[in-house]
């Protein structure tokens, strides 16, 4: 059974940073890509940063130069670093994991999804 298990969320003041982690059990970790969502009230959810299992990675626009997506196969582990945090990132963060190569920041590629992390930055 996949299981994908956040931490990490809060609060920060905007400029400050969190790290997200995502613990993935019940697969062969390293064969999947990987990726970080998010969806803020009242909005759609949308791609933040997603990582293949070569290590190429890919960010969304409005992330590029502050978030850094990373993960340590030997711990079953995926990360969000985020530096300079603004308002605008508040929002719930899922990990999710998907069996299709080159999935990127594509939603509906990934079948297996955490439960969500909250993140909220004050201005």
């Known amino acids: 059974q996949v299981q994908l298990v956040e931490s990490g969320g809060g609060s920060a003041e905007s400029g400050g940073s969190l790290r997200l982690s995502c613990a993935a059990s019940g697969y062969t970790y390293s064969s999947y890509c990987m990726g970080w969502f998010r969806q803020a009230p009242g909005q759609e959810r949308e791609g933040v940063a997603t990582?293949?299992?070569?290590?190429?990675?890919i960010y969304e626009d409005s992330v590029k130069g502050r978030f850094t997506i990373s993960q340590d196969n030997a711990k079953n582990t995926l990360y969000l670093q985020m530096n300079s945090l603004k308002p605008e990132d508040t929002a719930t963060y899922y990990c999710a994991a998907s069996q299709i190569a080159g999935a990127g920041l594509m939603g509906g590629w990934y079948k297996y999804w955490g439960q969500g992390t909250q993140v909220t930055v004050s201005s």
């Open positions: 990582i293949e299992n070569d290590g190429t990675t």
